[in-house]
């Protein structure tokens, strides 16, 4: 079974706090088609899923682009399924209750679908079930803003937000095996 590799929303401990958080995921190999290659979110510590679709999680299969909410497919799907050396974007906002999900650089405007997790915190989520798959998560300047954050943040919203340094590989493979940046 595919291993489920996740880091935890910047939100904090209720999984929303502060509105929309985005990240931006290079695909840097790609190995072979399988249902079970997915990327997205999943929801709560105690999630149990081998892959991304199933229930407490929001994912886009690797392989078609398209995206399913709960376990259950949306009919949304990105114009093209993501290739090697792309960069998918994916802004979660738990206020909202939305995810939306682009390539970047693509003229298309992003995929929104609904998602209103019962559980938290919520944590960007792989699953790849074929061995050969590495992605790394990308820092966002976004994101550099927001952790730099005004001085009257809450401590503890800072502190769950982690700036990552660039181009660090958190995955590879469906066996489970981290790779050191």
């Not at 650089?105 to 998602?115: K, R």
Request: hydrophobic residues 40%; aromatic residues 6%; negative net charge.
């Amino acid at each position: 079974p595919p291993a489920v590799q996740h880091r935890r929303h910047p939100g904090g401990r209720g999984g929303g706090g502060g509105g929309a958080v985005r990240y931006r995921v290079r695909v840097d190999a790609v190995a072979g088609d399988d249902f079970c290659n997915h990327l997205g979110f999943i929801a709560g510590e105690g999630y149990k899923g081998s892959a991304l679709n199933s229930a407490q999680a929001w994912c886009i299969e690797m392989d078609t682009g398209k995206v399913s909410v709960d376990g259950r497919q949306t009919g949304a799907a990105l114009p093209a399924r993501p290739a090697q050396g792309d960069v998918v974007v994916l802004e979660l906002d738990l206020q909202q209750r939305q995810v939306s999900v682009s390539l970047e650089g693509s003229d298309v405007p992003p995929v929104t679908s609904s998602w209103s997790p019962s559980a938290s915190p919520v944590f960007l989520a792989a699953s790849f079930r074929r061995v050969g798959w590495q992605i790394s998560i990308l820092p966002d300047d976004a994101e550099a803003a927001r952790a730099a954050g005004p001085p009257e943040w809450a401590a503890e919203e800072r502190e769950g937000l982690a700036l990552l340094p660039p181009h660090q590989t958190l995955f590879s493979g469906g066996d489970g095996r981290r790779v050191a940046p």
